[in-house]
């Protein structure tokens, strides 16, 4: 995976509107790119960002390196193309250091040329609508100084690199360009792009919506997805079938006399005469027609020796076998 180094100069004490460092750090943290992203933030002062340059170089052996600084006076996203071997500041560092008339590297050459592809990096930008600038130099302050050490440790690497300068956030002028620290972000991801040869992603085309037809209906101005069910009509719910239980007539014990009112139960059949035992016939059996019925009589009373041993008159008698044997039995 190709590996790009951002380093960000952090602003000197008492500075305001100063968001190379912050815009680093959101770039970072959203980059979704093929690239990996590291952003390392260097001291503002000259001896200290060099050592943590060479540090971070040696640490993470990017494929390009982007030096990110700060003008105050800058018109726009500012690509720098020479390092110049001078320093001669107008300001000291946070170290209190102040250097004036002084080479970078004493017997370096005079310049050193950027290695980024500082006009397809404008192209870029001003195809997002974000003002940029080539700019020839640096000039001789801390960003040049850190420029053109990055340039002499990379010269014989063959990777991209060198110094891209933002406008502030904060105006300390009047009439100077600010631009928001999220603006500064996405212009240091079109840098990367650029350098790396990302692709960003296309835009979404924004479907048209259609003209509107008077005389369509609503049913077919609304895509339908999925086909909608036709309401049943409610039925009321259906009555439970009605259970009639079986009656059953109460059977009241044989033991039992008859209940008053009720009338008695038919006699037992009897053989009818005349019949003759020497006959040698078998008497046919013939249900006795049941009589009408009749009210019930009246209670006797019973007799003072056994009252429920005594003879019921009404009901036949059967002849027994002795009687039928003997012929004794008249009928």
């Excluded at 952090?10 to 980059?31: K, M, Q, Y």
């Amino acid at each position: 995976m190709a590996r790009v180094l951002i380093t960000a100069l952090e602003p000197l004490p008492g500075t305001v509107g100063d968001g190379s460092a912050d815009a680093a750090r959101i770039l970072a943290e959203t980059w979704q790119g093929s690239a990996e992203i590291v952003a390392r933030d260097l001291a503002p002062a000259y001896t200290e960002a060099s050592r943590r340059l060479r540090a971070s170089v040696a640490k993470h052996l990017p494929d390009a390196v982007i030096l990110v600084a700060t003008h105050e006076g800058a018109s726009g996203v500012a690509i720098e193309r020479l390092a110049v071997n001078l320093d001669d500041a107008r300001v000291a560092d946070a170290h209190g250091s102040q250097p004036v008339d002084a080479p970078v590297v004493a017997g370096a050459p005079a310049g050193l040329w950027t290695t980024l592809p500082a006009r397809e990096i404008l192209e870029a930008l001003e195809a997002r609508s974000l003002p940029a600038t080539l700019s020839v130099n640096a000039g001789s302050g801390l960003a040049n100084h850190v420029f053109y050490v990055l340039q002499r440790e990379l010269a014989e690497w063959g990777v991209p690199s060198g110094l891209v300068r933002l406008p502030p956030t904060v105006a300390s002028a009047s009439g100077a360009l600010t631009l928001p620290v999220e603006v500064l972000a996405e212009a240091l991801r079109t840098v990367v792009e650029t350098v790396m040869g990302e692709q960003p992603a296309p835009a979404q085309p924004v479907a048209a919506e259609p003209a509107f037809d008077p005389e369509a209906t609503q049913p077919f101005l609304m895509p339908i997805q999925e086909p909608i069910a036709e309401p049943v009509p409610e039925r009321a719910p259906a009555a439970a079938p009605l259970t009639v239980a079986p009656t059953l007539a109460p059977r009241e014990p044989a033991s039992l006399p008859p209940a008053a009112g009720r009338p008695e139960a038919p006699p037992a059949p009897a053989l009818v005469p005349p019949w003759e035992p020497t006959s040698g016939e078998v008497p046919a059996y013939q249900p006795q027609v049941a009589a009408p019925e009749r009210p019930a009589p009246a209670a006797q009373e019973p007799t003072a020796k056994d009252p429920a041993k005594a003879p019921d008159k009404s009901a036949p008698r059967h002849p027994t076998w002795d009687e039928i044997i003997s012929g004794k039995h008249s009928g």
